[in-house]
């Protein structure tokens, strides 16, 4: 089915769009993630610098409780970070998906700019 090409390349100029409010999210995305696992760091270190029968406490939601098990809260603590590492490579990798695409369509867009421009009519 052939569109005409202003309505085409609107088409592309829409996809484009999309895709940079992707990337937005993406990035910001990203960037909780990077807090959160410079706050994890932090809180490890600092249980790792606390003696041991210095109490330890734990906030969860509005409650704070002591912690007994200090090897199980490094643990988590750890997962966490993991957890979140795992999660950025996967941003980093859609990040990159989204940024291929957006060059291929603005690419798209370029060329059946070019193709009104001269005359062809931009149709793919």
């Known amino acids: 089915m052939e569109q005409n ?73 750890e997962e966490q970070k993991e957890l979140s590492e795992i999660r950025i490579k996967t941003l980093d990798k859609q990040q990159k998906v989204l940024e291929d695409k957006y060059k291929e369509i603005e690419q798209v867009i370029r060329q059946s700019y070019d193709d009104m421009k001269k005359g062809k009519g931009g149709q793919n």
């Open 5 to 77: 090409p202003s309505a085409y390349i609107q088409n592309q100029l829409r996809q484009a769009q999309q895709i940079e409010l992707q990337l937005e999210q993406t990035a910001s995305q990203r960037y909780q993630l990077d807090l959160r696992i410079k706050e994890l760091d932090k809180t490890l270190r600092e249980l790792e610098g606390v003696k041991e029968d210095s109490p330890v406490f734990k906030a969860v939601g509005m409650i704070v409780y002591r912690v007994e098990d200090r090897k199980k809260l490094k643990d988590e603590l």
